[in-house]
């Protein structure tokens, strides 16, 4: 019985670990909302991806992991804020099996998206 319960506990363990695996080398994208209006829609199309974070209140953040499997390009963003006025633009570039990148796009009070890497 002893022995059950340790394979059961390595077996957990192993999972867990995989899992934190996982989102250490999958790449993602978070948009924080600095800007003292709520973002109604916030999308980020890549190459082979498009991304939805639905809304953003203002000064929160929102995150999402993507596929490491990307063709190259740019990151491109489309954030429609709840008065109507929408904010495009695009930054950065994309390749494909970027491990652990991490990219940060900040709206900010005077309506400008900084894209930090």
């Not at 996982?22 to 003292?36: M, T």
């Not at 939805?52 to 490491?68: E, H, P, R, T, V």
């Amino acid at each position: 019985m002893k022995r059950i319960g340790w394979m059961g506990g390595s077996i957990a363990v192993a999972v867990v670990a995989a899992y934190y695996l996982v989102l250490y080398v999958s790449p993602s994208i978070d948009i924080q909302n600095q800007a003292g209006e709520d973002i109604a829609s916030a999308i980020v199309t890549l190459p082979s991806s498009r991304l939805d974070f639905g809304d953003i209140k203002a000064g929160d953040k929102n995150g999402i992991f993507y596929s490491l499997q990307q063709d190259p390009g740019h990151y491109q963003y489309q954030l429609t804020l709840a008065g109507g006025k929408v904010v495009k633009g695009a930054c950065g570039a994309v390749s494909d099996g970027e491990f652990g990148k991490r990219v940060h796009l900040v709206l900010n009070p005077d309506l400008t998206v900084q894209c930090r890497f």
